[in-house]
């Protein structure tokens, strides 16, 4: 099992993998998403849950990764100028996207293939590079789940 600082949320059974320098926007990221439904891109909304914020436990169980808190961590969500507070959460997702925070001005308006994908444990996975504190983050978050067809709706 692989320990990463990282944060995670999951759409129905589907996870995503918030990756990124401290202060990236990780955890405001995980705040905007569990804290709206969205629009859903066509479909019904569906709303984000927390799997883990700051330290995410990854595990490779076939074809597939899962990702996990720490026990210490489970259910904790950081928001600056509040502190630590509990939230509802998942106790495991299996990844269908990883989201690479970066600042807007790194990202490439239409990225190469190659850059739409990432590997984890042996397993390559759909990726998306993404500036955390746009305003426009969550949405765009969405909507690459839509794109990759991983938006968690069966």
Do not use: W
């Amino acid at each position: 099992m692989n320990s990463i600082h990282a944060s995670c949320v999951a759409f129905g059974a589907v996870g995503v993998l918030l990756r990124g320098a401290s202060g990236s926007g990780k955890s405001s990221l995980c705040l905007r998403l569990i804290d709206s439904e969205g629009f859903g891109l066509g479909t019904a909304p569906l709303r984000a849950r927390l799997v883990a914020d700051d330290q995410v436990l990854l595990r490779r169980e076939g074809n597939a990764i899962v990702a996990t808190a720490p026990a210490a961590l489970a259910g904790k969500l950081e928001i600056r100028g509040l502190g630590i507070v509990d939230v509802g959460h998942l106790q495991q997702a299996a990844l269908g996207l990883v989201v690479d925070l970066s600042a807007g001005a790194a990202i490439e308006r239409l990225p190469l293939a190659q850059d739409l994908q990432t590997e984890i444990l042996g397993l390559r996975l759909p990726r998306l590079l993404l500036d955390g504190q746009a305003p426009d983050a969550a949405a765009r978050l969405r909507a690459a789940l839509a794109h990759f067809g991983t938006s968690g709706h069966r």
